[in-house]
């Protein structure tokens, strides 16, 4: 009907005080006022409530509905002894509408019973976990430029989870015009259809290759991610090829099969002065990939090391990046573990 009036919405939450929350004005003109409003929400937050408030009256009939289509209060709350069977004493990590008993409680996806993620990458302003020892093909995406917030919603920058549709263990994470992901036996990639931005709605998950990875990270290059078949004795490009419109994964070990044979354990990717990929192997050799991709180089070489090489790690710097070699070598009879720097290849003219 008709009505002349001013109605709030008002909203309190943790028992604050009234706060206004919307406002809608029906004024009365020869004889008509008939405004009708409708108005719904999600509510993100614990111990709100919600109210309307007639706060000026001239005439009319008013009538207003206020309800709620469902209600979830969660909290979190760390473990610090186990009293019982169905007793635990806690800690209040953030706060809980209530204390007393309740059988609607979940673990914490991470811990050290189940397990921390294996693999990471960024992705649109997302940071991305992966593959717990309980949750093997699980993916958590954080919440749009907030990499520590993991609560989930509907909201488009909200945190969600996704699963690889597989029974093989997930083995590693990367980035490029799509989010990409391998395990056990396949490659995956995911985004959202027509380009759009990947949210908890809006996602497409697809097969590309089906060669699988061992547990090494991806190492990326350019447009391309570099991996370790799950062998662990083939380097493969994951790249996208127009002609298939999907991405493939070509063995770069394919003219030098011999000098991947004892199967790699490491990877590290130095980008100047030149483009190389360090691999260390299972028997402690040390080789190195030199790769530009434009200009089809592709050429593998062993590096004589006197020792047993463990691991590799390249750290950025100017001009040329810096590569570290933790390695074993035998000196006056003992076996002793060195961390090394290569030198410099620029020399100083």
């Not at 673990?107 to 921390?116: K, L, P």
């Not at 030098?256 to 790699?264: D, F, L, N, P, Q």
């Not at 593998?300 to 590799?312: C, E, I, N, R, T």
């Not at 070699?325 to 410099?344: H, L, P, T, W």
């Amino acid at each position: 009907g008709n009505w002349d009036a001013t109605v709030a919405i008002e909203r309190n939450e943790d028992n604050a005080g009234w706060e206004p929350f919307r406002e809608y004005i029906s004024v009365i003109n020869d004889g008509v006022g008939d405004r009708n409003v409708q108005f719904a929400q999600i509510e993100e937050e614990d111990n709100v409530q919600y109210r309307i408030n007639v706060t000026a009256y001239s005439s009319g009939t008013l009538e207003a509905d206020l309800a709620a289509t469902s209600s979830t209060q969660s909290g979190i709350v760390r473990i610090n002894g186990i009293l019982s069977n169905e007793t635990a004493e806690v800690t209040i990590v953030s706060k809980i509408s209530q204390t007393t008993d309740t059988k609607r409680w979940a673990e914490g996806a991470w811990s050290g019973v189940r397990g921390y993620p294996s693999a990471v990458t960024f992705f649109e302003e997302r940071v991305v976990y992966g593959f717990t020892k309980s949750d093997q093909q699980d993916m958590w995406l954080s919440e749009t430029g907030r990499f520590e917030n993991f609560e989930a919603g509907i909201n488009d920058a909200d945190s969600f989870s996704l699963t690889l549709p597989t029974a093989n263990r997930g083995r590693w994470l990367g980035s490029l015009g799509t989010l990409a992901a391998g395990d056990g036996g396949l490659e995956w990639r995911i985004k959202a259809p027509l380009d759009e931005a990947l949210t908890p709605k809006n996602w497409d998950m697809k097969k590309q290759t089906a060669y699988g990875s061992t547990d090494i990270q991806v190492v990326e290059v350019g447009s391309v991610l570099l991996f370790v078949d799950s062998v662990g004795r083939k380097v493969r490009e994951f790249v996208f090829r127009d002609t298939e419109q999907k991405y493939v994964a070509p063995d770069l070990t394919a003219l030098a099969e011999h000098i991947t044979v004892s199967g790699i354990v490491s990877l590290a990717h130095q980008k100047n002065p030149d483009s190389m990929l360090w691999c260390v192997l299972e028997n402690g050799d040390l080789i190195t990939l030199s790769y530009e991709r434009e200009q089809n180089v592709i050429a593998w070489a062993k590096h004589p090391m006197d020792g047993l090489v463990q691991s590799v790690a390249v750290i950025p710097a100017s001009g040329e990046d810096e590569v570290w070699i933790s390695i074993v070598r035998a000196v006056n009879g003992d076996n002793k573990v060195y961390i090394e720097q290569f030198q410099s290849r620029l020399l100083d003219i």
